[in-house]
């Protein structure tokens, strides 16, 4: 049949979200930003919600309510992601959604180590603190969120440890990750490197 898995991984800001969104128009595949299932359960929590209880109520229709966008829910997120249980209750999910005939595009950390680790194409998007910063920030001021750069300088550092740094399904490049550092390329240049990946392997 048709089923293709692209995996990309790597920390907040560095132009996964944009590449997998285009990379997934440019083959007419499905896209899955699991960065959402996270920031959904993590929303819940700030609601008062137990964390495990929440990621196994979530529903697909969750992902498309609100803004889950925002900084607190983004540091929501990344604490109820380092809760083994929360990760094993939405991994069915993501494999599902992998699976799909017509090919899939999944994004987050650990799409390549251990939600799909047979995924026919790996790419692991990478770019300086400063820079993700600086564009995370950018995103948030666009979107009328009041911060300041420092603070989103912060809030990357933090998350990017926590990610590192946590037992289940750290985040990393798989073994077999094309990676791929986005800090000196545009938007374009980013996005044709990730395609030639990807021509190569279909
Ligand atoms: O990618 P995004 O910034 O939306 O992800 C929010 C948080 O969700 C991350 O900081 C990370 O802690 C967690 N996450 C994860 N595994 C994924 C995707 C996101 O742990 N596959």
Known sequence: ?????????GPAAAGKGTISKAVAARFGFAHLDTGLLYRAVGRRTLQGLEPIAAAHALTPEELEQGDLRTAEIAQAASKVAVIPEVRAALVDFQRAFARRSGGAVLDGRDIGTVICPEAEVKLFVTASPEVRAE?????????GNDISREQVLSDVKERDARDTERSTAPMKPAEDAVLLDTSDLSVEAALEKAIKVIEAKK
Request: charged share 35%; hydrophobic share 50%; glycine share 0%.
């Open 135 to 143: 564009r995370r920030f950018l995103e948030l001021i666009a979107k």
């Open 1 to 9: 049949d048709s089923q293709f898995t692209i995996a990309i991984d």
